[in-house]
């Protein structure tokens, strides 16, 4: 009976832990959301990718568009929310845009995949003003 007992309190207990933890986990994960969106929101109201945007639509004839996505969050390794603009071509993903935002500051950078390295935002549009419009 006194077994019985306790074990009914320890469940008890967890139960209220997990409660507790569940709790916080769900008001983090809305804060993280909350975060997530606005980058999200950020990137998409980038001049460069809106343009993007406009161009895939009109040469899709409105049956292909952009979005983008959260590809990675900040870890151990890395310092950047890792943002994708990529178009689903109906046989795979296309990647046209990766932007790593930092989490506090929400400063955007561009991935030059080409020479794998991060731009400032100025330093990519001066770049790529120096480039024939045919490459870029």
């Known amino acids: 009976m006194l077994r019985q007992l306790l ?25 993280d959301r909350i975060k997530i969106d606005k980058i999200l929101d950020m990137v998409l109201a980038l001049p460069e990718v809106k343009a993007e945007i406009k161009y895939v639509e009109k040469e899709s004839k409105g049956t292909r568009h952009l979005a983008a996505a959260m590809y990675a969050t900040p870890s151990e390794n890395r310092n950047y929310y890792w943002v994708k603009v990529w178009e689903d071509n109906g046989m795979n993903y296309v990647s046209h845009f990766n932007f790593f935002v930092d989490p506090q500051t929400l400063s955007i950078k561009y991935l030059d995949t080409i020479n794998d390295t991060l731009l400032d935002l100025k330093a990519w549009r001066h770049i790529k003003q120096t480039i024939p419009k045919s490459i870029h």
Do not use: E, M, P, T
């Open 7 to 31: 074990f009914g309190i320890v469940i008890c207990c967890l139960g209220s832990l997990n409660v507790d933890a569940q709790k916080s986990l769900d008001k983090n994960n809305r804060k």
